[in-house]
């Protein structure tokens, strides 16, 4: 063989390869995971280097500024990489490209751009693909409406012990700062004996968890033929067999009901974990946030989960800088999170989403402001978050191994039941099991410890 040959070689192999980098969060990734996995059927190879990739994929979030942000500069650093290698094919999707107007934007500052499009069509991508490959013309396709779920496709999933599983798609709740439901388009459930059946595959290849995914799955069943709801799907999935634990992200406070509170303490598959977000802590940002439910709405949810699920680990989303916040508006979030004592929380800075009512709301706050008050909320969360874990001190839990420690290669990782991220000295052959750990360390966020 010559070394022309194993050049060639090289070079076929390169231009099988193909990357994706996902923005946003569980929805995009279960979207990307799809891509992956049609590309893969298609005979195409994943690298996580983007220099050596053949075709390139960015799968866009809309739902911050900064978000977007990042975007733009990743597309602009492709630049380069298309002038040196024009057979390169460049493809953006994603929420970001749902947004009116945005496609046509993209391709006019991105013109090396070769495939664009949004949430309802990202199934369509391998025509896109060989289109572009046949007649390398640009293609931009963006759908208004969804189209119904598209059920049966590949799916490369980037765990194989624990995987997302979509149980809903859209969201109907129009939260009034918030670009997902024109993004995302209304609610639609998938029917339950598809989410089932692909929960028992998943279980006969060895995964052990899932997170049962939609924007608000406490409306889960709404609109189907089927008499089903999210209390009942739990009960439903909490008899596949061989299946170990079960989460779900993200309730609704207003739709999470007394049944699916029963459900969760009654399945023991399913994690005394639940994920509710709040977004502000005074009745008068919540109403103007269009969340449907007031503080003390909230706190008495909050005591009906802690009082029916002992040890219950609570989450939440909090916005700092809604337009019109008042430094007592700040006072009621500090003091909400007091009461309610969460494990953990992602706290986002209110950045302005276009075609969103808020965004046209006066008494926008400062930057400086915002970030004052983000401070003061994230210095209590950290305080909290400590408090909690310091708890664990000592106490041996139930961990599934994920795999090598991300910061200690002697050491492995996973997390218990209630979400807590353990590193741990343990035997790697334990991988994709449920172990006991012995906790000997903690930290704000995470703990240490022993498998025993
Ligand atoms: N559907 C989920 C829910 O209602 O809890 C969350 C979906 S959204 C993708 C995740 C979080 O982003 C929201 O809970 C909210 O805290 C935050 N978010 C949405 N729009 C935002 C905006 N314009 N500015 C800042 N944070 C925002
Ligand atoms: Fe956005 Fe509200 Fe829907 Fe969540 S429930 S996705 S915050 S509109
Ligand atoms: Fe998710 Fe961002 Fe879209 S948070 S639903 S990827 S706008």
Do not use: W
């Not at 490959?133 to 012990?161: A, F, M, T």
């Not at 918030?178 to 006969?204: A, F, H, Q, T, W």
């Not at 089903?228 to 909490?238: C, G, S, Y």
């Not at 209630?418 to 590193?423: E, H, P, W």
């Amino acid at each position: 063989m010559s070394n022309k040959d194993i050049d060639m070689t090289n070079i076929n192999k390169k231009n099988n390869l193909f990357c994706i980098t996902t923005f946003g969060c569980q929805m995009n990734e279960e979207d990307s995971e799809k891509l992956s996995g049609v590309l893969m059927e298609m005979g195409y190879e994943k690298t996580e280097k983007r220099e050596e990739a053949s075709i390139i994929i960015f799968n866009t979030c809309a739902v911050r500024e900064n978000a977007e942000l990042k975007v733009f500069g990743n597309i602009g650093a492709l630049k380069k990489m298309k002038e040196k290698n024009p057979s390169l094919i460049i493809g953006i999707c994603g929420c970001m490209m749902q947004q009116k107007g945005m496609a046509e934007e993209v391709i006019k500052k991105y013109p090396f751009v070769d495939i664009i499009f949004g949430t309802h069509n990202s199934h369509m991508f391998p025509e896109y693909l060989n289109s572009v490959k046949q007649h390398g013309k640009s293609v931009v396709e963006i759908l208004d409406k969804e189209v119904g779920i598209v059920e049966g496709l590949p799916i490369d999933r980037l765990s194989s012990i624990k995987a997302f599983v979509t149980i809903m798609y859209g969201c109907n709740n129009f939260c009034t700062y918030c670009i997902v439901p024109y993004v995302r388009g209304r609610e639609r459930s998938r029917k339950p004996e598809d989410i089932i059946n692909e929960i028992k595959e998943l279980v006969k290849v060895g995964y052990k968890e899932v997170t049962l995914l939609g924007q608000n799955v406490n409306s889960y069943g709404k609109g189907l033929e089927e008499e089903i709801d999210f209390a009942k799907l739990l009960r439903l999935v909490n008899e596949i067999e061989g299946l170990e634990r079960i989460k779900f992200m993200s309730s609704h406070p207003k739709d999470l009901t007394d049944d699916v509170i029963k459900a969760i303490a009654e399945c023991d598959k399913v994690c005394e974990q639940i994920h509710l977000p709040v977004q502000a802590g005074s009745t008068s940002l919540l109403k103007r946030m269009n969340r449907h439910y007031t503080r003390e709405q909230y706190l008495d949810l909050v005591k009906r989960i802690k009082e029916n699920i002992p040890n219950v680990a609570l989450t939440t989303d909090l916005i700092i800088g809604f337009p019109g916040e008042t430094e007592e508006d700040v006072e009621e979030v500090i003091s909400l999170v007091k009461e309610v004592r969460y494990d953990s929380a992602f706290t986002f800075l209110y950045s302005p989403r276009k075609g969103t009512p808020a965004a046209e709301l006066p008494d926008q706050i400062p930057e400086d402001i915002k970030h004052r008050r983000f401070n003061a909320l994230v210095d209590e969360l950290n305080k909290i978050g400590a408090e909690i874990s310091k708890e664990y001190d000592g106490k041996v839990v139930e961990v599934l191994v994920e795999g090598p420690s991300k910061n200690d290669d002697n050491k492995l990782m996973g997390r218990t039941r209630t979400g807590k991220l353990v590193n741990f000295t343990g035997n790697p052959e334990n991988i994709g099991k449920l172990i006991n750990v012995k906790i000997t360390k903690t930290q704000a966020f995470s703990l240490l410890g022993e498998e025993i």
